[in-house]
């Protein structure tokens, strides 16, 4: 069974610094995309940044700039670099892998770390 792992939230000040690691146990194949997103108290799960097997990568407006994600497919981990923190970043980032397989698409999540800016 495939459980994704996250670590490195936690509590920074404003312009701080931050590094999102998530990693899957268990086999995984076929990994089309790896993402995170986030969720703030009273709105709606919102995707925060992704990048897919060939390396391309998107992220939301509010985070351009700011915050990078990176994949170490051997280790099928997922990275998220954020910098400059804001206090409208804090909420719960959840990591997402997503495989693609015969035309069909599985998504993972993991359990959510939270992140909290303030000073």
């Known amino acids: 069974q495939v459980q994704l792992v996250e670590s490195g939230g936690g509590l920074v000040q404003p312009g701080g610094s931050l590094r999102l690691s998530c990693a899957a146990s268990?086999?995984?194949?076929?990994?089309?995309?790896m993402g995170w997103y986030r969720q703030a108290p009273g709105k709606e799960r919102e995707l925060v940044a992704v990048i897919t097997s060939g390396g391309g990568t998107n992220y939301a407006d509010s985070v351009k700039g700011r915050f990078t994600i990176s994949r170490d497919n051997a280790k099928n981990t997922v990275y998220l670099e954020m910098n400059s923190l804001k206090p409208e970043d804090s909420a719960v980032y959840y990591c997402?892998?997503?495989?693609?397989?015969?035309?069909?698409?599985?998504?993972?999540w993991g359990q959510g770390t939270q992140v909290t800016v303030s000073s």
């Open positions: 268990g086999s995984i194949f076929s990994i089309s995309a």
């Open positions: 997402n892998f997503r495989t693609s397989r015969f035309g069909k698409n599985n998504d993972y």
